[in-house]
């Protein structure tokens, strides 16, 4: 019959935190003990007394949490929609294009149909595990010690608290997703020297300065918007700091990829294609597509410090 | 309509096993017993929200307890502290003016 009582406390105790376990424990057994000592007493047998005790304390898990009276769960309502959209966002863009790199290199690399399939369900499954992974965790964390989170809510609460209007451009999602996105280059940019293939796709010789400089903005990057964002959204000064920093990644990549110092010499697929046209075309479209998303990046930024000048005047 | 009613009848008589508990552990008592008060003064408590609530008020500094082991049960006693003391009063002293609030809203639309 005791069996049934340590079951329970057992259960509800493995929610609660450890200082208080010894103490909850006595107290609940003494409890039920109790309970089921007055129904006895009034004439039900014991093991019904004790079965009809322990359903009416209902459901151990819910018991524990009212003693513990903190959030059991890792993103709250308020992040919860947030969280998935970015998971979306990621799975439908970013898993695609970092897939479709590594089976672009893999099919440069050896056009064995095994491995570009292998390459195709390994990155797949390890990118996705990657997203999955930091972006929960980037939640948790914002969860516990974001705005959101109910211990910075002792403070009253006065008009200032108000959350500005999240500008578009400059919302949780498309930050954290921005950030994201500046955070993977930089992980491809390092793991391409070392996985992928046995020679590095890009060279090697720029790790003397240019690759390292390429991180550096890159991690700016990522972190300018928070920024912006903490002082109000963006505005013309700010709004140049984002062309600046555009420029500082894409104008590198240019010059490396106009003057061949962008791919590595070495690899040899790369080398064979030297005097082809594949190599002209390829690198032609990298440079367009490196302009094209500097100057959309910087233009829609703009446009939108402008509208937000616009909305403070009138 | 009947979980609405139940979740309005909920929110209203969840404040009063507060004032309740600490009315009635000016004498000490333990978790059971105080249940058992309670509900024979009829008050609808279930066992899982009262035993929280009682660590929570221990918490808070309204409650004070202590362990009582010349029983062959050990039971941890509860006796409400001077400051729980004033607040049950002022608690208490809150119910009756809403009550008398509630009073004069209902006589007040029928005349």
Known sequence: MNHLVDRYVTTALRRIPEQQ????????RASIGDAVDARIESGEAPEAALESTLTELGDPARLADGYVGRPAYLIGPDLYFAWLRVLKMLYSIVLPVAVGLVTLIQILDDLNIGKVIAAIVTSTLTVGAHIAFWTTLAFAILERTGPHAPLQNTRAWSVDDLPRHEPPGLRTTELVAGATWSLLLIGGLVLQEFTFTAVPVLDPANWTF??????????VRAAYPFAVRARGGWTRATSAGNAVLAVLVGAPLIWLLASDGFFNPGYQRIAELVDGHVKTWMTTTLIVSVVLSTLWDIGQVVVQAERN?????? | MDATLSGHLQELRRGTVVVASLTVLRTPGYGYSLLETLSEAGFEVEANTLYPLLRRLEAQGL???????????PRKFYKTTEQGDSIAATLRGEWARLDGAITDLTTGSQG
């Not at chain 1, 376990?21 to 609940?28: A, G, N, P, Y």
């Open chain 2, 63 to 73: 409650l004070t307890s202590e362990w009582n082991t010349d029983e062959a049960r």
């Open chain 1, 21 to 28: 376990r010894t103490d909850i424990d006595r107290e609940l």
């Open chain 1, 309 to 314: 000048r616009r909305a403070v005047v009138s």
């Open chain 1, 210 to 219: 240019w690759w390292p400089f390429l991180i550096v903005v890159l991690l």
